[in-house]
């Protein structure tokens, strides 16, 4: 499977706007594998294992597996808990497609990350007035790398 997305930095407040939040934990496995990344994400009861690969790209393959909190918790333990990402994620709709808006717990990482999930790498956005500098591909601001901002 493969996933097609943009990024982009948040310019203006978005409060007003967010219609659902959801707190995130997130930490990786294999940290230094060199072609793809193994997230570990526990968001509300839910648990994840996703693998992606790492090239920077508006398309990557990615594989995602659900699993129990319990197994995932256990996974995170293991992690260096500066390794551990932590954020609140913002939901926002905009003419038909849902916005995901990360807020960082780490005060390093002062900004706002929003991003949109495409059909494919050409489809035309209507991107809304809250966004700013468009990041994707930038592989500074992928979860993988900023883990290691701290």
Known sequence: MFETERKFLVSQPIEHLVEKKVDIVQGYLFAEHESHEFRIRIS???????IKEKHAA???????????????????????SNEI????????????KEWSIDDFEDPKLN???????LECCTEEL???????DEVTGDSKYYNYNLRKVK
């Open 126 to 132: 209507d991107l809304p007035e809250w966004v700013g």
């Open 58 to 80: 508006i398309t990557r393959s990615e594989l995602e597996f659900n699993i129990t909190v319990d197994f995932a918790s256990h996974f995170l333990s293991l992690i260096d």
């Open 111 to 117: 900004f706002l990350l929003a991003e949109v999930e």
């Open 85 to 96: 990402i932590k954020k609140q994620r913002y939901y926002i709709n905009h003419n038909g």
């Open 44 to 50: 509300a009861d839910k648990a994840k294992i996703t």
